[in-house]
């Protein structure tokens, strides 16, 4: 441990602003006289605190997840029963072993050796990585199901890039490779089940209909969706960053070096990529023996630390960030009582008659909604407090629900400040990007994504017959 660890950190006037926001709002909700139910005003007040603190981070993310149930029902907005209910979603389970299977392919060495592999195989100037990290981000969506370890490969990648080549921080060279490297993790995700919040979506989804959503299904309703979500990503940083097809730069030395330095490949390696293929089947087949496929990889978990295995180690268990368990059970509490106290039917009340004219505008209605929360709400927050509504409406008018569902994943990727989804503003904090490169970018793919929404997601959805 370092020896300044434990030191106060000086606090500037920014901190103290977060600091004030982040508490003094749900206190100001609390003393105006909104003349609603005092029930729904405490819930209000205690989620806008749990969203502030979330989105500031005053406070650990997963120490907020923790007490938004506590403070539900020490504050009579809920019970003990829903207010912890989010412990028996078997998301929450899923998500615990993704993430130390992801924790496994970082330190095993496996998900740099795939990265390294195909960046290799483009060219290595700016350009040319701009569009390996959408290939890598791609190849890896379908093996490694954590995004938060996948966008850290590529952005550690990234910066031992510019370091090497002497490409300094937060020119538009290091920022068109730092959001090539965020994109590479966020533009698969949206098409391929396992690496995208749709798994959080369908854990809402089945509870309410009472059908899983289908690896396979998903894949043909999405992929298409996702490749030219990617594809506009990366055209997006070249033509607003004007990235040319220079050979200024040229990492294919340094690349080779850096894989190279992995040594030939492990035992455990080839272990970590076997659970990852297995871990993929599981999603594909299990549901068809009337298994959770979210509870399996959860349940085998613990054969992992086998010596024998060599999977993961003590050390592993350590150092993996188990903390984002919190931050899932914390929204998914926030959705479990809104639906208890009315709040979800108050929406289906207020927005259900728009959105139920015709399947377009339900999905349109949907995807521009969702997007809209990005805000104000984390992208697990949306999920958890408006898939139940959308969903519902789509099925009390007699809908497909799969095109609602699919719209609000798609919507969740949609945003443009860093604080508005906590791997981008990860990615964002580790100093590689321009903040005005940023905002230029991110203002473009928003519009990007309303056209592939428009031109793609709604016209091949049709044609699958799901509208």
């Known amino acids: 441990m370092e020896e300044n660890s434990l030191a106060v950190q000086k606090m500037t006037g920014r901190d103290y602003a977060k600091w004030i926001i982040s508490f003094g709002t749900p206190i100001v909700v609390m003393l105006l006289p909104l003349g609603i139910d005092p029930v729904l005003q405490r819930y209000i007040a205690i989620t806008a605190w749990g969203l502030l603190c979330w989105v500031t981070v005053v406070i650990p993310a997963g120490l907020t997840g923790l007490a938004l149930p506590i403070l539900y029902m020490f504050c009579g907005v809920a019970s003990a029963e829903v207010s912890f209910a989010s412990w028996q979603n078997s998301m929450v389970w899923n998500t615990i072993a993704i993430v130390f299977v992801g924790t496994a392919c970082d330190r095993s060495g496996i998900s740099k050796r795939m990265a390294y592999s195909i960046l290799l195989k483009m060219k290595c100037n700016i350009r040319g990585l701009i569009w390996g990290f959408a290939a890598a981000g791609m190849a890896l969506a379908f093996l490694i199901s954590d995004s938060f370890s996948r966008a850290i490969i590529f952005i550690t990648i990234a910066m031992g890039i510019c370091r090497a080549l002497n490409i300094p921080f937060k020119s538009k060279e290091a920022s068109a490779l730092g959001l090539a490297a965020f994109f590479g993790m966020s533009g698969p ?279």
């Open 189 to 467: 995700s949206i098409g391929i089940f396992p690496s995208s919040n749709a798994f959080l979506v369908s854990a809402i989804y089945k509870d309410l209909t009472g059908t899983s959503m289908e690896y396979l299904t998903y894949l043909l309703h999405n992929f298409l969706p996702s490749v030219a979500w990617t594809v506009a990503s990366v055209l997006c940083v070249i033509k607003v960053l004007k990235i040319k097809d220079s050979k200024d730069f040229d990492a294919r030395e340094v690349l080779q070096k850096d894989k190279d330095s992995l040594g030939k490949i492990s035992r455990r390696e080839i272990m970590v990529l076997i659970v990852l293929i297995l871990i993929v089947l599981n999603y594909i087949f299990v549901g068809k023996l009337g298994l959770d496929p979210l509870i399996v990889p959860a349940v085998v978990l613990p054969l992992f630390f086998l010596p024998k295995v060599g999977i993961l180690t003590t050390d592993d268990f350590n150092v993996s960030d188990a903390k984002v368990l919190f931050v899932v059970t914390g929204a998914i509490s926030v959705g479990g009582v809104a639906s208890d106290i009315g709040l979800v039917d108050l929406l289906i009340e207020q927005i259900g008659p728009v959105l139920s004219q015709s399947s377009f505008t339900m999905a349109f209605g949907t995807f521009i909604l969702g997007s809209l929360s990005n805000f104000i709400l984390t992208p697990i927050a949306i999920v958890y407090t408006l898939t139940e509504p959308f969903v519902s409406i789509a099925m009390d008018a007699g809908m497909n629900t799969l095109p609602t569902m699919y719209a609000l994943n798609f919507a969740t990727d949609i945003y443009i400040f860093p604080y508005e989804f906590v791997v981008f503003l990860v990615c964002f904090e580790f100093g590689l990007i321009e903040y005005k490169h940023l905002i230029k970018v991110m203002t473009w793919r928003v519009l990007c994504g309303l056209a592939i929404f428009l031109v793609i997601c709604l016209p091949l959805w049709n044609v699958c017959g799901i509208m």
